[in-house]
């Protein structure tokens, strides 16, 4: 039996979602090793366009979950998948803050 394949837009925001992420720990790793305090507003920055974009494909994926509601579960899993960023970018920011003060 074939396995349904997933819709787009959960493939977008998982790739978002793993971009956001990796980008947020290159500027993480880039401030952590040159200490330069160019990167803090940079950094800060990033999480604000992160949050827009992240909050844009989470309000697409809900609206496509309440219009496909039998694949609910993969939405909702996609949907947790991209707000783990959140807490990470708290975390980062607060090691940030933290080394910097």
Partial sequence: ????EESKIIQIS??????STGIGTLILLAFLITKADLLMPFGLCYIL????????FALL?????LSNLIHWRKYIATIIFMLVNIP???FYCY???????
């Fill in 61 to 65: 994926l809900v609206i496509e979950c």
């Fill in 1 to 4: 039996m074939k396995k349904p």
């Fill in 88 to 90: 990470l970018s708290i």
């Fill in 49 to 56: 366009i992160a949050i827009v974009i992240n909050g844009v």
């Fill in 95 to 101: 090691i940030a803050l933290n080394l910097k003060f």
């Fill in 14 to 19: 998982k790739k978002v979602a793993v971009c």
